[in-house]
């Protein structure tokens, strides 16, 4: 299987940006789609974003559209994920997860440690 490691989060102000790294490791990278989660406490993990092996394909959750964008470098094994126009509510951990299919009914069995977002009102 495949070691993922977040980074890049951190505190920001509501309308700010951020932008969330994965690093991979341990297997072919570009075998892999890719997604971005969160879950915020209390709360249910929620699917933020996928992107496909080549990342010539991506989807979106519906709360994130036109903010936030997910890119791939197979040559880093590093996989982003570019949020803008942050609000308070999308405090969470966000997780990136690794999975052999690609699409909305794909099962992730990799993830990472998760970073820490928080968006500060």
């Known amino acids: 299987q495949v070691q993922l490691v977040e980074s890049g989060g951190g505190l920001v102000q509501a309308g700010g940006s951020l932008r969330l790294s994965c690093a991979a490791s341990?297997?072919?990278?570009?075998?892999?789609?890719m997604g971005w989660f969160r879950q915020a406490p209390g709360k249910e993990r929620e699917f933020v974003a996928t992107i496909s092996y080549s990342g010539g394909r991506t989807q979106y959750g519906d709360s994130v559209k036109g903010r936030f964008t997910i890119s791939r470098d197979n040559a880093k094994n590093t996989v982003y994920l570019q949020m803008n126009s942050l609000i308070p509510e999308e405090t969470a951990v966000y997780y990136c997860?690794?999975?052999?299919?690609?699409?909305?009914?794909?099962?992730?069995?990799?993830w990472g440690q998760g970073t820490q977002v928080t968006v500060s009102s």
């Open positions: 341990g297997r072919t990278f570009s075998d892999y789609a």
């Open positions: 997860a690794a999975s052999l299919d690609y699409g909305l009914a794909a099962s992730y069995p990799c």
